[in-house]
């Protein structure tokens, strides 16, 4: 049982599609951006971050999008899998290492 | 990188009691912090553990409510005092080291208070 993402807004994608999650932030002056992916019952785990002075970064099948003109930020999670289901966050590393945690968004993949 | 160990994994208390949670990683790091995730909510920072030293708390939550012991590298603890329903939630311990952008996480302690 969870209750992790019961409330949040919900992605539902065709297994094999791409998956776009989206999010805002609020610090200019966070200099790291940092996506989570949290599964019923663990702690969040990182998946990929990008410097504040960058505008994209890949990696295994997922994709960072920084636009610090309008402080937004996405994830692309390509091919996605049904262990891609789970709840997304994303995060700004302020000062001291400190994170604060956007809303999150819960991606369920239909097979 | 770094593996946390939380304890208890969940717990049910009496209000009015207090509940002290474990974190343990398997290495050395600078930084340690715990964080609340109310249910079906995100993760809201509650203090950095500081080694030696008292913990530095956010703006909402004290050292009387969430006092936070870190004796050394590898090892905190979180209690939580004189419980409420409302402290019904998960709570994680996280750490990582300057300079690292990858903080590392606990599975979480699921604490409800009736």
């Keep these: ?111 | 990188s770094a593996v946390i160990s939380q304890k208890p994994s969940r717990d049910i208390c009496q209000r009015g009691t207090s509940l002290t949670i474990q974190c343990q990683v398997d290495s050395q790091v600078t930084m340690m912090f715990w964080y609340r995730q109310q249910p079906g909510q995100s993760l809201t920072l509650i203090a950095t553990a500081n080694q030696g030293s008292e913990a530095t708390y956010e703006s909402g939550f004290v050292i009387d409510k969430f006092p936070i012991s870190r004796p050394n590298l590898t090892f905190s603890t979180l209690t939580v005092s004189n419980m409420s329903p409302e402290d019904s939630s998960i709570y994680l311990c996280s750490a990582t080291d300057v300079g690292d952008t990858e903080a590392f996480f606990g599975q979480g302690t699921r604490l409800t208070v009736v």
């Design chain 1, 1 to 111: 049982g969870e209750s992790v993402g019961l409330h949040l807004p919900t992605l539902s994608v065709q297994e094999g599609d791409n998956s776009i999650i989206n999010c805002a932030y609020s610090n200019s002056a966070s200099d790291y951006f940092i996506w989570y992916k949290q599964e019923s019952g663990k702690g969040p785990q990182f998946i990929i971050d990008i410097r504040s002075n960058m505008d994209k970064r890949q990696g295994q099948r997922v994709t960072v999008l920084l636009n610090k003109t309008v402080k937004h930020l996405s994830l692309q999670i390509a091919a996605t899998q049904p262990g891609d289901s789970a709840v997304y966050f994303c995060a700004e590393r302020a000062a001291g290492n400190k994170l604060t945690f956007g809303g999150g968004t819960r991606v369920l993949v239909k097979p």
